[in-house]
């Protein structure tokens, strides 16, 4: 039997029928008489804390936009500075700053005046406060909340000796337990680990994945539990430490093989406390529960963006669902009526139920960033969080006879039984129900001592291969695993024998890797004569220091190793060439910004970094860490859809990188998404957050692919596909200042795409002309602009071919449209499509008539250009075609504007034969 192996939830309601208080009022050593314990009516207790700026918000000049004082937390709107929001909370932690780092590299107060809040004091006001809850027999329950990068696990997990709330909370409760040795106690301590990710819940003590996930069920005793979720006895903090170690290592595995970051992903960490009182034959129980959430970070409506394909997918569902619970439960405390509290919504809030609003006391520290960039979702953690505190938990000590259960359990499947008689096949659910009893009873029923003895023959396994892993990094060069999660960084390594050494997906390699591009066998490392060469097999992906390679290729210590879509390492070469390295430098956001450098892409690509005043352009900044961290994305978007067959390919783009508007100004960069059809040449352009959206979902069906379900979808569900669309292929800019002066212009000007590359020649004329369209002479230019005013002035605008489309070049069923404003005209003009031809001739007329030219109008002529766009067409002219004005088809026409005053704007058709 695999006693580390069990039925558990995670907060328990240990069911004894009745409960005690924590000292119990005792008839007789064999009878003892159990006093009922009245529930503790509590809210959750919230705790904000506010974390110094990070590298990119440094490099972004950031502000801080967070003061806080005493409990009170306020945030500054850095669009209206006057437009403060002040919340209060049970604690407020400011460690954004006045703080140093001693000689353990510990980040402390720096003085005695510092307001710095410490990994120390941090524990003693949360984590001191759940072990003595534990001890009462309490059930206990920390969530960290807020958005990706706020620093919810350095609060929870810590860095190196900066240790977080939970190795603190497990340290001194072995501590204590040591401090208070009796001689009819026992004590019993269990420790569980799990991630849910995508509604699929993973044992992270487990080393055999289960397909789909363990299966969260529920019973009248327990409540909701994860099914087969490991339950590891320890009796020492040395053990936890270790199994928290594993416990990262399977989670890092599994994020690269399952394609799953960390950041959305939710850690639970459940630590079972029971106190034994032999004599009284008395168990008081406390489940302590400790909870990473996922990132909190706030998208863009994908119906805003205009994706046809739903928001919020499964990965999503717990953070989204969580918040429904908080709401209604806030709602409910402050006396409105709710109809359901939505726990069963998603798997998170089924195992979260006992803590929100239920048998627990809860605490929730809400991390945020101090930066003025992340405005927008501090300002919606600190929201959330105002609505947790609100929240009335019904907490009671769970303590009662130890033999009570066991009786209980054993009478109700005895009833069980019974009722399977006259049930036939609709009695599975009640069978199934014996046999989750059966379970809970033969556990119950070892001896501690027993699961004890088991544990021990693991952890000594364990602590041997730790010793082998120590011996190892002395003898051979190493690959080190960077992951996106600092917190799942450096935890693999995979050891560079004498020899070769194959790495890939299939289990006969030395070196197994699983993840996305990883072929069965994707490289060979070789080491010979004190040095490590690394060879790709076939199409096996390699990329070292930001480059491709095909060759065999020689490795120097701290190389940058990219295998597969996004498989980071770090080579760390012999003991001798290894020196007080930082490897800390080496971070996730260094090896994508390698990439891109290599790629031709980096910082400087998107223009002047600094502004007028020497400091950094954080929308600069902005754009280019978007980049970076889009970059892995895409890579694992292409590999998805060579493995699903669907033929797309995908790549980054910056939209406007080259482009100004009317007036010569840079437009807003931002980052986009061109999707190729290799078949076909369709293409379509997504925005940041269309792609991260159908991101989740792509890696939903392709989860299902490796799990060998079926993966057959209709179009409309098809997250790979979309309806054809209309693309901006580019601009041109013709400068309007002749027209102030009455002189015609003739351009053949260049159509720029967003890169500042050719797409086609535009020949276009602006002509002055009189009342019966005769073109102006020289005769009628004027010496000062200023002479026009007050009078009337007309010309027409005349499109006459475009030449050398690459666009209609690279594909027979392509079209374009030209479209241009003009003005303050709030209605785009387009010409006619035209379909096929590399050179087609536009023939486009639109007449402008002004009566009464004004400073307004002139000052537009002399400083603005008018912005013709090139759109792309494709499939059939049934298809993406923009509306243009066209009265009669059948006759050439051309278009008057009237500008009465210059305020007043009125359109008329003509047509001529």
């Known amino acids: 039997m695999d006693t580390g192996s069990s039925c558990h939830k995670l ?13 119990p009022c005792l008839e007789s050593q064999e009878s003892p008489k159990v006093v009922r314990n009245m529930p503790s009516y509590d809210s959750v207790k919230v705790a904000v804390r506010v974390r110094p700026f990070s590298k990119r918000e440094k490099d972004a000049s950031s502000k801080c936009v967070i003061s806080m004082k005493t409990n009170c937390t306020t945030i500054c709107d850095p669009k209206n500075v006057g437009n403060e929001k002040t919340f209060k909370f049970d604690l407020a932690y400011w460690s954004h700053s006045e703080y140093l780092k001693n000689t353990e590299s510990t980040l402390v107060p720096d003085g005695s005046y510092s307001r710095y809040a410490d990994q120390k004091t941090v524990f003693q006001d949360l984590g001191q406060g759940i072990l003595d809850n534990a001890w009462q027999g309490y059930n206990a329950t920390l969530l960290a909340y807020g958005q ?32 208070n040795q009796e001689k009819n106690k026992q004590y019993q301590v269990t420790f569980s680990m799990l991630e849910i990710y995508n509604e699929q819940v993973t044992d992270l003590l487990s080393k055999t994945k289960k397909s789909g996930g363990l299966k969260v069920r529920e019973d009248q005793h327990q409540g909701f539990y994860v099914d087969g979720l490991k339950l590891v006895p320890c009796e020492s903090y040395a053990q936890i430490e270790r199994l928290i170690e594993q416990g990262k290592k399977i989670r890092t595995t599994a994020s690269t093989s399952m394609n799953a970051s960390s950041s959305r992903s939710h850690m639970v960490i459940t630590i079972q406390f029971k106190q034994i009182l032999l004599k009284e034959d008395i168990t008081k129980q406390s489940s302590i529960n400790l909870v990473d959430l996922a990132g909190s970070e706030r998208q863009k409506s994908s119906a805003s963006e205009g994706d046809r394909l739903r928001e919020g997918t499964c990965v999503n569902l717990s953070l989204t669902t969580l918040g429904n619970v908080i709401s209604a439960l806030a709602e409910a405390a402050m006396g409105k009526k709710v109809l359901h509290i939505p726990y069963r919504d998603s798997v998170l809030t089924k195992l979260l139920q006992s803590a929100l609003g239920g048998n627990s006391r809860t605490v929730m520290i809400a991390a945020i960033s101090p930066a003025d960039i992340c405005y927008e979702e501090t300002l919606s953690t600190l929201r959330y969080a105002e609505r947790a505190k609100k929240i009335k938990n019904k907490a009671i000590i769970n303590a009662g006879p130890t033999e009570r259960l066991i009786k209980e359990l054993k009478a109700e499947n005895n009833k069980l039984l019974s009722r399977l008689a006259g049930l036939g096949n609709s009695g599975k659910r009640q069978l199934s129900g014996c046999y989750e009893n059966e379970l809970r009873i033969q556990t119950m029923q070892i001896t501690w001592e027993h699961q004890l003895q088991e544990a021990r023959k693991e952890w000594e396994q364990q602590y041997a291969a730790i010793t082998q892993e120590r011996r190892m990094m002395q003898l051979y060069p190493y690959l080190l695993n960077i992951n996106e999660d600092p917190q799942l960084s ?9 020899g070769a050494s194959d790495v890939g997906q299939d289990p ?9 591009g990883i072929l069965p066998q994707h490289a060979t490392f070789i080491n010979s004569e004190s040095k490590v060469f690394v060879k790709p097999h076939g199409k096996g992906k390699v990329i070292v220091n930001g480059v491709p390679i095909v060759l065999n290729t020689k490795l120097q210590h701290l190389d940058r190793i990219i295998l597969g879509s996004n498989s980071a390492y770090l ?4 003991p001798a060439e290894r020196g007080p390295d930082d490897l800390c430098r080496f971070d996730y956001d260094f090896f994508q910004s390698e990439l891109a450098a290599a790629e031709g892409f980096s910082v400087d690509t998107l223009g002047p970094v600094h502004n007028k005043e020497g400091k950094p352009d954080p929308s600069v900044l902005a754009v280019f860490h978007d980049f970076i961290k889009l970059m892995p994305l895409v890579a ?24 100004t508007d009317s007036r010569g100004y840079d437009l807003q960069k931002e980052i986009s998404v061109k999707v190729i059809n290799q078949i076909t040449n369709q293409v379509w352009i997504w925005s940041k957050s269309k792609f991260i959206n159908r991101k989740f979902l792509m890696e939903e069906l392709y989860q299902r692919y490796l799990d060998g379900g079926d993966i057959s979808l209709d179009r409309e569900s098809d997250p790979f596909w979309d309806p054809v669309e209309v693309i901006h292929l580019g601009s041109a800019h013709i400068w309007l200042q002749s027209l102030a002066y009455c002189m015609k212009l003739e351009e053949q000007t260049e159509l720029l795409n967003s890169e500042g590359v050719e797409e086609a020649i535009l020949v276009i004329n602006i002509t002055p002309c009189s009342d019966t369209e005769r073109p102006f002479g020289e005769e009628d230019i004027v010496i000062d602009p200023l002479e026009l005013l007050g009078r009337k002035i007309e010309f027409q605008i005349h499109i006459l071919q475009c030449l050398g489309v690459r666009w209609l070049k690279e594909a027979t069923n392509r079209g374009i449209q030209i479209g241009y404003h003009f003005y303050d005209v709030c209605q785009c003009v387009y010409t006619k499509p035209v379909w096929k031809n590399v050179n087609p001739i536009i023939d486009h007329k639109l007449q402008f008539v002004a009566l009464n030219v004004s400073n307004v109008l002139l000052s537009y002529l002399q400083k603005h250009a008018l912005v013709v766009d090139l759109w792309g067409l494709q499939g059939t002219i049934h298809f993406c075609v923009l509306v243009w004005i066209d009265m009669q088809p059948n006759i050439s026409s051309y278009y008057f504007i009237w500008i009465v005053d210059c305020s007043h704007l009125i359109v008329e058709f003509s047509t001529c034969i």
């Not at 080579?571 to 012999?574: K, L, P, S, T, V």
């Not at 694992?636 to 080259?658: G, I, P, R, Y």
């Open 571 to 574: 080579y760390i070469g012999f």
């Open 148 to 179: 990706t990068g706020s620093g919810k696990s350095y609060s929870m997990i810590g860095y190196g000796t900066n240790r977080g709330i939970i190795p603190l909370v497990c340290e001194e409760l072995f501590r204590a337990i040591e401090n």
């Open 11 to 23: 907060v328990h309601f240990h069911l004894p029928t009745t409960r005690i208080l924590s000292k």
């Open 508 to 516: 006969s390699n030395v070196i197994t890797l699983r993840g996305l």
């Open 490 to 498: 450096g935890v693999l390594k995979h050891f560079i024998q004498e």
């Open 636 to 659: 694992e978007a292409n590999q998805m859809s060579e493995e699903l067959s669907k033929d797309l390919k995908f790549e980054l783009k910056v939209k406007n990188l080259a482009l």
